[in-house]
Structure formats: C-alpha cells, structure tokens
C-alpha cells in the first residue's frame, strides 16, 4: 500500500505534470500573437524600447507593431504598465540580437512553469491528506491557467513573484529561518511588482504576513530590514514617477483611450445603459466568472474559497487528535486580508472607468492570481477541517 505521503505527492506532481502538457498543448494552437492575453501589446511594447533606444516608453508615440516584419503600425499601444519587466527583454536582445518573440514566449513560459512548480512544491511542504492534496492539484484546472498561461506578458513574472512570497510565508509562519523567508518574500514582492495589481495583491499580502508574526521581525538582523525597506523603495518608485508624470499610477494613455472609444460598441455582455454603483457592482463581480467567453467553472473555486474562509472562521473542530495548522491559518487571513482590500482598489479604479467611459472590460480574474497558491492552500486546508469535523462524533 502506498504511504499517504506519497501518495500526496504522487497526485501533486501528476496535476503539475498534465498541467505542463496542456499549457504546451494550447500554445501550439495559439499563434503569435495571441490577441485574448494581449499579447501583441505586450510584445510592442518590448519592441518600441528597442527600435527607439528607450528605457521608458513615450507613451504619446507609442505603437502597435506588426509582430512579424517588426515594424509599427498605425494602432496606439494601451498597454501602460511601467517598463520594469520589458527591460529584462531588453537587456536580452542587447546579448541575444537574434531572438525574436517566439523567444520572448518561451521565456514567460519558463516563469510560469517555475511558478506552478512552486506551486507544487507548496502542496507538498503543507503535507495534506489525499482528499485535499487532489483538491489542490485541481485548483489551476479549475481555473483554467493551462488556457492562460505562458502567453508573453508581465503576468508570468508576477505570478512567480506571488507564488515565491506564498511559500516564503509558510516558512515565516512556522518559525523556520525567518530571515531567510522575509529575503524571500521580498523578492518575491519585488518580481510581483511588475504590475500594479500584483504590487498591491502581493504587498499586502506580505505586509500581512509581517505584522501576523511581529515578534519575528523583532529577531531579524538588521541587514534584513534595509533589504525591505530598499524593497518597498523599489516596488514604489515607477508608480511615484507615473503618477507624477500622468497623475495616477495607472495611467489613462492615449493608447487606452483609443481601445475605449473603439469598444464603445463592443457588446456589452448583458450591461444596461447608465447603471447605478450597486447594480454595476454586482455586474462587475459576476464578470469574474466569465473569463474566457467559453462554458467555465470559474466561479466554482471563488465560492470554495469564500466558504472556506467562512469555514475556518466560525466552525471548530474538536476531535481529540486534530491539531489545527496556525500557519494555514494565518495564511487565510493574509490572502483574505489581502485580496478584499485589492478587490475593493480594483472595483474604484474600474467604477471611475465605467462613470467617465461606459468601459466594462476590467473584471479579469487574471489579476488575483499571483496568490493562486495562498487560495489553494487554505480551500485545502479547509477541506481537511471540515473532514475531522465530519469524524467528530466518533473520535
């Protein structure tokens, strides 16, 4: 019989495995660029820093490319993230003058495959019973990451930053190396902060994290707290300049004006005319179960994980022999703490857009999953609660 530890392991590593095999097979089929992941704004973006010598883009010249010959068109660019991950491209094509973007995929697909391995290696590290451990190895299927990952764009970067931060905080929350697993989570701080939502998901997840655990920063040297401060210093500082230079950290281009006003007769996907915050707001959340315009179960792990937060807050269990995880605990709060207080920026930022715009494109899913490893583990972790609930009466 197989011990179920491994066991576990066996069904978390088969999940990242099929998991590599479906995201390849859905490249494959996907030419370059693909337009639904923004691909070809991503891909532009890179190429406009390098035909025109710049480091940072002039956002009010700053154009569509044809992928193929390399040249400009005459479609505005509405990507307008800072240059921060574009400048790794960069600095690759200054050595490597011969890559060309199917490169440039091949790359974020190696920073999405190191992200899910990560991801794997996080089941591992919680030692789930199999009932979870299966659970958590569905959870990017039921999500349908294999349909959206290893596209090029700065999503691959930040989810590895996110999934970097999530394993470091379970070291942090079990006392092993603290200041080994702050350095970590700040570097995984800063990969995420390559995109705004990954800066504010992951930071405060981060910061969440810390002040769960102050008497551990008590403990760390104080190399580590330069190290952080240097951190946030960096993270911050290309949002400081945009909102100087722009007057918002996320910045309303000429480039995104233009896909506004060509979407003004997009189909609305059921929007009414004019809608009041609280009807709109409702709109906006249900958005986030229609990501892929396809037949989906998104909204099946939303409502898992909000239950499970549920779940963990007001349910105990009371077998003798069930010891509850504080790690996973904390990591509830953290994610949950984290991800209401980005939701409610998001749903701010994303209102002012449909009051002055009518726009209703902003209910992506895609931004929250940087922390796609804190949300498997604590739906997991749940799992394994509610399971010693069950078996309460005959402890």
């Given at each position: 019989?197989?011990r179920?530890?491994r ?16 995201t390849l ?30 480091w940072?883009?002039d ?11 390399h040249?400009?068109?005459g ?18 094509h ?25 991801y ?7 030692a ?10 569905l959870?990017p299927?039921?999500?349908?990451m ?15 930053g ?35 939502t ?12 810390l ?43 000429p ?16 929007a009414?005319?004019?809608?009041a ?12 179960a ?57 749903a ?18 895609r ?14 972790h ?13 402890a």
């Open positions: 019989m197989i179920q530890d066991a576990s392991a066996i069904i978390l590593w088969y999940g990242f495995l099929v998991l590599c095999l479906l097979q859905n490249l494959e089929q996907c030419p370059i660029p693909f337009k639904a992941i923004d691909e070809q704004g991503h891909i532009s973006y890179v190429l406009h820093l390098i035909q025109h010598h710049r940072w883009p956002f009010s010249q700053f154009m569509m490319f044809d992928i193929a010959k040249t400009e068109l479609d505005p660019n509405y990507i307008n993230h800072p240059p921060t991950f574009y400048w790794l491209m960069k600095l690759a200054s050595v490597f003058p011969w890559w060309e973007p199917a490169h440039y995929r091949t790359f974020t697909l190696v920073l999405y495959l190191l992200a899910m391995a990560l794997t290696r996080i089941g591992l590290k919680l789930m019973p199999i009932p979870a451990s299966i659970l958590f190895a959870m299927f039921s999500l349908y294999y349909l959206q990952i290893g596209f090029f764009n700065n999503d691959g970067l930040c989810m590895l996110g999934m970097i931060a999530t394993w470091a905080s379970v070291r942090w929350f079990r006392g092993e190396q603290p200041a080994r697993a702050f350095l970590w989570m700040a570097i995984g701080l800063l990969f995420a902060s390559v995109k705004l990954g800066l504010l998901l992951v930071g405060i997840y981060v910061f969440s994290c002040m769960q655990r102050r008497s551990h920063i008590r403990t760390l040297p104080r190399a580590c707290l330069v190290v952080g401060i240097a951190t946030m210093l960096l993270c911050i500082a290309p949002y400081i300049y945009l909102a100087l230079t722009f007057g918002s950290p996320a910045p309303t281009t480039g995104q004006l233009a896909l506004i006003r060509e979407c003004v007769g997009c189909p609305t996907q059921g009414t005319v004019h809608m915050f609280i009807e709109w707001f409702g709109f906006f959340l249900a958005g986030f229609n990501q892929l315009s396809v037949a989906e179960i998104t909204l099946l792990p939303i409502l898992l994980y909000a239950a499970s937060l549920v779940l963990l807050a007001f349910v105990r269990p009371c077998p003798a022999r069930y010891t509850p995880d504080t790690a996973l605990r904390a990591i509830a709060i953290a994610s949950a703490t984290a991800t209401l207080i980005t939701l409610a920026f998001h701010a930022f994303s209102w002012q857009r449909y009051r002055d715009y009518g726009w209703i494109y902003d209910s992506i899913l931004y929250y999953l940087p922390l796609i490893g804190a949300y498997a583990a604590v739906t997991s749940a799992l394994t609660h509610w399971l010693a609930i069950k078996k309460a009466p005959h």
